[in-house]
């Protein structure tokens, strides 16, 4: 039986792009299982297919405007899930 993945990867805040480490576990067949921000100053943002990160300092509006520009689909889906 093959195992999960841990990689350390570096993400850019989804609002401005500052760079931030994360640990992302991969499933094995590639698909994202979970991650958690290693740097200080960012939280994950919760998305169930991709490891994204914001500071801190961002306002959860700019976060979901952010999530809309770069996933144009994803704020209808939200909608939906509401």
């Known amino acids: 039986m093959a195992e999960n993945t841990n990689v350390g990867e570096q993400h850019g805040c989804i609002v ?4 931030y480490t994360l640990l992302v576990v991969y ?20 998305d169930p297919n991709w490891p994204l990160v914001a500071c801190d300092r961002h306002s959860s509006e700019e976060i979901k405007a952010a999530v809309a520009n770069h996933y144009p689909g994803k704020a209808k889906e939200d909608k939906e899930d509401d």
């Open 16 to 19: 401005c792009g500052k760079l």
């Open 27 to 46: 499933s094995p067949d590639g698909k994202l299982v979970d991650c958690a921000v290693t740097s200080p100053g960012g939280h994950r943002v919760v």
